[in-house]
């Protein structure tokens, strides 16, 4: 009979697993700290690499699926800082549209006094000036909430910019418009991930249904697979 065919051990070959054999990564700027590392353990946990090979091509996949993950997020943070700044640029005109609206009756009667006690226009110093400072803090304050991941926060948010007069849904559509060109590239790259990723998935799938099988005085089939 032939010899038993099993999963080679990682101790034979002076690892204590064969992850060691692949290269730590290191972060880029803008990703969550540390969330690669519990990312590519979760995965592995999932597809279970038993060998050398196996622990590469899963390194493979869980790269790919990594890299899906960030265009997404690259992707979503380009839209939503060029929305973002559409709000802010919106709500100021709109909150300067509120005051003049609120003070232009006292203002035209102050002027009108000014201009009867002898007062020269070019002198005139309006009583009732906008606040921009106070605005764009306020208003930034607004920007800040309605990307809250708080619902609560977002929707209290979301109405007192809608009732100031922001066209939230306008404002969405051009900047998705306005993004168009960079939401292209990412999609067209995410469609490369994702083919590549069918493939890479193909042939690990390949190569772990090609495993050694235990011949007889074993179980005879394959043993449970461990993270390596």
């Not at 930034?140 to 990307?147: M, N, P, R, Y």
């Not at 922001?166 to 559509?173: A, N, Q, S």
């Amino acid at each position: 009979m032939p010899n038993a065919l099993t999963h080679p051990d990682p101790r034979d070959f002076g690892f204590a697993s064969f992850a060691e054999l692949l290269t730590s990564r290191a972060p880029i700027p803008g990703e969550d700290p540390h969330s690669f590392d519990t990312f590519r353990r979760g995965l592995l946990a999932s597809l279970t690499p038993a060998t050398a090979y196996e622990c590469v091509v899963a390194e493979n996949l869980v790269e790919i699926e990594w890299e899906l993950l960030q265009r997404r997020r690259m992707r979503e943070a380009s839209l939503r800082k060029t929305i973002s700044e559409a709000i802010l640029k919106s709500a100021l005109s709109c909150a300067r549209a509120i005051h003049n609206a609120e003070v232009n009756e006292a203002r035209d009667e102050d002027w009108d006094e000014f201009i009867a006690a002898g007062g020269d226009g070019e002198e005139w110093d309006d009583p009732y000036p906008f606040d921009q400072d106070a605005a764009e803090e306020r208003v930034a304050k607004l920007v800040d909430e309605v990307l809250s991941n708080i619902a609560t926060t977002q929707a209290a948010a979301h109405k007192a910019l809608t009732e100031m007069g922001v066209d939230l849904i306008g404002l969405m559509g051009a900047a998705y418009a306005q993004t168009f060109g960079a939401a292209v590239r990412h999609d067209t790259k995410t469609q490369e991930l994702e083919r590549r990723r069918r493939e890479v998935r193909r042939d690990y799938d390949a190569i772990q249904s090609a495993r050694p099988i235990e011949h007889e005085g074993n179980r005879g089939d394959i043993p449970d697979a461990e993270v390596v």
